[in-house]
């Protein structure tokens, strides 16, 4: 009954590669959302959809691109990863007609770009 | 340059004592949340505060928000040892997206 699920929860890889993280929410929100966490735990917003279409997209490097295929599940797809995108993602989904009212987030997905 | 930042960064206390965090933020705003972040988990939504109201309880929780300061606390009473995680403000601003802005966060240590 989990209700933002991520998977994988760690991934390593090395540089250059190309990866996917999934995310799943089963709460019937209709805003998600991709965060980014580093080192130092400073939380950046880095992408949200309304029913699959893309609102925010937080000056992200096009090396990485969402894909939401219905407004349950919203991927990240990261293409030729680079040492500084080590970080944990946070996928998060909120109630709809909300805005920016309570977030409720996944476990994350701790990736580690050798 | 972000939103919100927590004062202290990093907070020791025992438990049963009361924890205060601090936020302190930029622009105007339509509310101010507080998560809570377990070690290696995601955020858990606590609290949220209107930018009309000034304070707000749940539980052990007491929030106060001072829009003319661009502040807010965040008091937790009789602190017990599973309060032990990070806390972050995140702020909802008036201007642009509704997204969430999150400060660095307060780490808070409670000892038995």
């Known amino acids: 009954d989990t209700a933002v699920s991520q998977t994988p929860k760690y991934l390593v890889t090395q540089m250059g590669n190309d990866k996917s993280i999934k995310c799943e929410q089963n709460l019937g929100h209709d805003t998600m959302y991709w965060y980014k966490q580093d080192s130092k735990k400073f939380l950046k917003i880095m992408f949200s959809y309304n029913n699959k279409e893309l609102i925010i997209n937080e000056t992200v490097p096009n090396r990485f691109s969402p894909k939401s295929p219905d407004k349950a599940h919203l991927n990240l797809h990261i293409n030729s990863l680079e040492l500084g995108d080590s970080a944990v993602y946070f996928c998060?989904?909120?109630?709809?007609?909300?805005?920016?009212?309570?977030?409720?987030f996944g476990p994350g997905t701790r990736l580690t770009v050798l | 340059s972000q939103q919100g930042e927590e004062d202290p960064q990093a907070l020791s206390i025992q438990e049963g004592e009361n924890a205060t965090m601090n936020c302190s933020y930029k622009t105007s705003i339509n509310n101010l949340q507080w998560y809570r972040q377990n070690s290696g988990r995601g955020l858990v939504h606590l609290i949220l505060i209107r930018s009309n109201e000034r304070e707000k309880h749940s539980g052990r929780l007491r929030v106060t928000l001072d829009t003319s300061k661009k502040s807010s606390s965040l008091l937790i009473t009789a602190s017990r040892a599973a309060d032990t995680a990070s806390y972050f403000c995140a702020t909802d601003a008036v201007w642009g997206y509704s997204t969430l802005t999150f400060g660095k966060g307060t780490m808070l240590l409670v000892s038995p």
């Open positions: 998060a989904s909120s109630p709809p007609g909300q805005g920016a009212d309570t977030q409720y």
